[in-house]
C-alpha cells in the first residue's frame, strides 16, 4: 500500500493565445522535494499523445486521394504489429476490444489497437514529424508503440504542444515572466509573444472536436459526472503515471 499524502503530483495551466504560464505546481511539497516535474521530469505521456497521431491522420486531407476523417474506420481486435522485424502485441485497457470503430470512437475510448493501425495507415514516420513540428523532443521514433505515448517527455513539452490545439494550430512559446522592473519601476524586460503556424485552423478544429468527445462521452467523463459543464477538450493518459491534458475556448 502507498502511504497517504506521498502520491506525487504536478499541475501547468497556461494561457494558450500568448503562453503565459498562469500557474506552475511541480511537487506536492517542495520543503520534501525540490525536483520540479514539470520542467524536469521526462516520463512516458501514454495516451495524451493519441491527439498527435488523430492529428496527422486527419492532415492526410492535404496529400491523399482517400484521407482519413472522423468517420474513417478500422478493425480494433487483438494484433501483432511488425516493425523493423521486431514483432509488438500491444493490449487495449482492460482487453476490451470494440470491432470496426471510426476515428472519433477510438479516441473517445482511448482504443490503442486502433490508434496505432491509423498511425500505421499514415505512416509512423508522419506522426513523429508532425510531433516534433508541435516541438515535442528528438527521442520520439517512428514506430508502433509511438502512437501510444511510449517515449518520455517533460509535461512543459506536453503543455506547449497542446497551445497549437488550443489556438487555431498556432504553437505558442511560454513565458514564465510577465516583465522586469528596475528600482525606479521602469520596464527593463518584457517578453515579446510569439507563435508559429504548427497546424492549419480546420486541423485545429477537428482534433478539438474529437477531444470534446473524449470529455462528453469518453475517458475524460468523469469531469461531467463531478458538475463541470463548461464546453472542453481534452486526453486523458496512463503509463506509469496518471496524466490529463485539456482546455476550454478560454
Given at each position: 500500500?502507498?502511504?497517504?499524502?506521498?502520491?506525487?503530483?504536478?499541475?501547468?495551466?497556461?494561457?494558450?493565445?500568448?503562453?503565459?504560464?498562469?500557474a506552475m505546481?511541480?511537487?506536492?511539497?517542495?520543503?520534501?522535494?525540490?525536483?520540479?516535474?514539470?520542467?524536469?521530469?521526462?516520463?512516458?505521456?501514454?495516451?495524451?499523445?493519441?491527439?498527435?497521431?488523430?492529428?496527422?491522420?486527419?492532415?492526410?486531407?492535404?496529400?491523399?486521394?482517400?484521407?482519413?476523417?472522423?468517420?474513417?474506420?478500422?478493425?480494433?481486435?487483438?494484433?501483432?504489429?511488425?516493425?523493423?522485424?521486431?514483432?509488438?502485441?500491444?493490449?487495449?485497457?482492460?482487453?476490451?476490444?470494440?470491432?470496426?470503430?471510426?476515428?472519433?470512437?477510438?479516441?473517445?475510448?482511448?482504443?490503442?489497437?486502433?490508434?496505432?493501425?491509423?498511425?500505421?495507415?499514415?505512416?509512423?514516420?508522419?506522426?513523429?514529424?508532425?510531433?516534433?513540428?508541435?516541438?515535442?523532443?528528438?527521442?520520439?521514433?517512428?514506430?508502433?508503440?509511438?502512437?501510444?505515448?511510449?517515449?518520455?517527455?517533460?509535461?512543459?513539452?506536453?503543455?506547449?504542444?497542446?497551445?497549437?490545439?488550443?489556438?487555431?494550430?498556432?504553437?505558442?512559446?511560454?513565458?514564465?515572466?510577465?516583465?522586469?522592473?528596475?528600482?525606479?519601476?521602469?520596464?527593463?524586460?518584457?517578453?515579446?509573444?510569439?507563435?508559429?503556424?504548427?497546424?492549419?485552423?480546420?486541423?485545429?478544429?477537428?482534433?478539438?472536436?474529437?477531444?470534446?468527445?473524449?470529455?462528453?462521452?469518453?475517458?475524460?467523463?468523469?469531469?461531467?459526472?463531478?458538475?463541470?459543464?463548461?464546453?472542453?477538450?481534452g486526453k486523458?493518459?496512463?503509463?506509469?503515471?496518471?496524466?490529463?491534458?485539456?482546455?476550454?475556448?478560454?
Amino acid at each position: 500500500p502507498i502511504a497517504p499524502g506521498t502520491v506525487q503530483t504536478s499541475l501547468i495551466a497556461v494561457d494558450p493565445k500568448n503562453g503565459n504560464i498562469l500557474a506552475m505546481i511541480g511537487g506536492r511539497n517542495y520543503g520534501i522535494s525540490q525536483f520540479n516535474r514539470i520542467t524536469q521530469s521526462r516520463r512516458q505521456p501514454g495516451s495524451i499523445f493519441k491527439p498527435f497521431v488523430y492529428a496527422a491522420a486527419l492532415e492526410t486531407a492535404y496529400r491523399s486521394t482517400t484521407p482519413l476523417t472522423p468517420t474513417s474506420t478500422v478493425l480494433d481486435q487483438p494484433t501483432q504489429f511488425t516493425f523493423d522485424d521486431l514483432e509488438y502485441e500491444p493490449k487495449n485497457f482492460q482487453e476490451e476490444y470494440l470491432g470496426q470503430v471510426t476515428m472519433r470512437q477510438a479516441i473517445t475510448k482511448s482504443l490503442n489497437i486502433a490508434t496505432i493501425k491509423l498511425a500505421e495507415k499514415v505512416g509512423y514516420d508522419k506522426v513523429s514529424e508532425l510531433a516534433r513540428r508541435l516541438g515535442l523532443n528528438e527521442k520520439i521514433k517512428p514506430y508502433p508503440a509511438m502512437a501510444i505515448g511510449s517515449f518520455e517527455i517533460t509535461p512543459l513539452e506536453m503543455v506547449r504542444a497542446y497551445t497549437a490545439f488550443a489556438n487555431g494550430g498556432l504553437l505558442s512559446d511560454l513565458n514564465a515572466v510577465l516583465e522586469v522592473r528596475d528600482s525606479d519601476s521602469n520596464p527593463v524586460f518584457i517578453p515579446q509573444s510569439k507563435s508559429r503556424q504548427v497546424l492549419t485552423p480546420p486541423i485545429a478544429f477537428l482534433v478539438t472536436s474529437l477531444m470534446q468527445s473524449v470529455i462528453d462521452h469518453g475517458t475524460g467523463y468523469g469531469v461531467r459526472q463531478r458538475g463541470f459543464t463548461l464546453p472542453a477538450a481534452g486526453k486523458t493518459g496512463t503509463s506509469h503515471d496518471g496524466w490529463f491534458a485539456g482546455y476550454t475556448s478560454e
